[in-house]
Structure formats: C-alpha cells, structure tokens
C-alpha cells in the first residue's frame, strides 16, 4: 500500500511506466471493461467475421472468439493508418485501435485510415489517453507521443469522418484514478477498484470510441 502523503512530498513519482512494472496499469480497467461490453453488444446483433487490430490480435481474440480472422496491423511492416495505399480498403467487421491516435501526428489522417479499412456496416472500437497522463518515453524515442485528448476533442475529430450520429464516446476516470495514473501506480495499489466505478469526465484517463461506418 502507498502512503498518499508521500504524493505531497516528493517530485518523482512511483512509477514512469504507467504502473506496469508494478503490476497492471489503471487505465487498462476501463480500456478492458469497455471493449468486453461493446463487443458483446456488437457481436448479439452482427456476424463479425473478419476483425484488424493494432499490434496484436489480443483483444480482437478476447472479444470476438468466434471471427474467422483475426488480422494485425503492423507499422514496422509499412501498415500506416495515415498512408491509405499501405490499407486494405472495406475488409474488415472490426478494427480495435487501442491507445494509438495518441501517437500519431496526423491523427485526422489515422481516423480515415480507420474508415477505409472497414465494412459498410463495420465498427471501430477505439481508445485514446485522455489529457491526464505520463507522456510515454518508449514511444517518444521511437515514433512520438503527440496528444491527449478530451472526450470532446476526440468526439469532434472521429464524427468528421464517421458523421456525428454514427459516434459515441465515453469518458473514463475521476480524481482519484488521475492522481494514481499520473504517480504511476498499478491497479494493485488501490484498496477497492469499485473507487474507479466512479466517473467523472473532467478527470478522464482514458476515453473510449465507438463508431460505425454508414
């Protein structure tokens, strides 16, 4: 258990990795809770038969065991979400981006690529850091961590792709989920994970998207 008082007292947080090193990060409780939830949703209601995912086809297996393909698209193969000639075009039921738009300049451009790539009909489940988090030095030294968003930002940018009708977001966090985020500290820190129940989205971590290409 963490003294909170140590919060007030020290300029270096618990942890620069999000809490991974100490076990499992907070922003995952609500990035996991909301794909289960919409894709069973998805899933009562749409034959998924083909999904894409971002890096990995972890959540893609998760939440929709039953697709016959479970693709990954991958960056350091030359996959660019901003570059439409390296996509497929009207392929897939479901594309999960999780955590990406964060660290791609050109955003605006990514959201298209989303587009592109699914079925008249098909759903992007997407999340993104909200404005309240460590800035990731791995992807910084990499490729760049560019932007945290509000739930608002994020709604604006995705329904001038998707039209506004067709885009929902949800807002994920309060105060205490902020402060224990940005000290860096796990899941298995806190006391009761029912305190992450609580949401308040001036305080949002993590912003979950849902959209559908009409």
């Known amino acids: 258990m ?7 007292q020290n300029v270096e947080p ?7 090193d100490r076990g499992t990060a907070i922003d995952r409780y609500y990035i996991d809770s909301f794909l289960i939830d919409e894709s069973l949703k998805f899933s009562s209601d749409y034959k ?13 297996k998760q939440c929709f065991p ?9 960056y350091d193969k030359g996959q660019d979400l901003t570059r439409p000639e390296t996509l497929k075009t009207s392929v897939y039921d479901v594309f999960i981006c999780t955590q990406t738009f964060n660290f791609i300049y050109d955003y605006r ?20 850091a909200g404005n309240i988090s460590q800035v990731s030095r791995y992807d910084m030294e ?15 940018a995705v329904s001038e792709v998707y039209g506004e009708e067709n885009v929902q977001v949800f807002p994920f966090g309060n105060v205490l989920a902020a402060t224990a985020f940005i000290q860096g500290l796990a899941q298995e820190d806190l006391p009761d994970l029912n305190q992450l129940n609580q949401i308040d989205p001036e305080y949002a971590i993590a912003i979950g998207v849902k959209a559908f290409k009409r």
């Open 2 to 8: 963490i003294n909170s008082e140590l919060f007030l």
């Open 14 to 20: 618990i942890s620069r990795k999000f809490g991974i």
């Open 48 to 60: 998924v038969e083909m999904t894409l995912e971002v890096g990995e086809s972890t959540y893609s």
């Open 66 to 74: 039953n697709a016959m393909t479970h693709d990954v698209i991958r």
């Open 109 to 128: 451009a990514a959201i298209e690529g989303s587009f592109q790539i699914l079925k008249h009909g098909g759903l992007l489940l997407a999340t993104v």
């Open 142 to 156: 990499r490729w760049g961590h560019f932007w945290g968003f509000t739930h608002e930002g994020i709604r604006r």
